[in-house]
């Protein structure tokens, strides 16, 4: 079977001198239910943010 979502560009070229970070940002304010919803938005963001916003 063929993965035809399998991406064969390199990561990374020593040619290329700009940035490609991404980030993603968010909040949530007076919601009673602010640390759930901030926990399905970092799983949302799917980088780990979970530990290092101290939710684990």
Same mark, same amino acid.
């Given at each position: 079977? @063929? +993965?035809i *979502?399998? +991406?064969e @560009?390199?990561l990374?070229?020593?040619? +290329? +001198?700009?940035?490609h970070?991404e980030?993603?940002? *968010?909040?949530i304010?007076? $919601?009673?239910d602010?640390?759930t919803? @901030?926990?399905?938005?970092? $799983?949302?963001?799917? $980088? ?7 939710i684990?």
């Amino acid at each position: 079977m @063929t +993965d035809i *979502f399998r +991406d064969e @560009t390199p990561l990374m070229s020593l040619d +290329d +001198d700009t940035l490609h970070e991404e980030c993603g940002v *968010f909040g949530i304010l007076g $919601h009673p239910d602010a640390a759930t919803l @901030t926990a399905l938005g970092l $799983h949302a963001l799917q $980088h780990r943010g979970q530990e290092a916003a101290g939710i684990v």
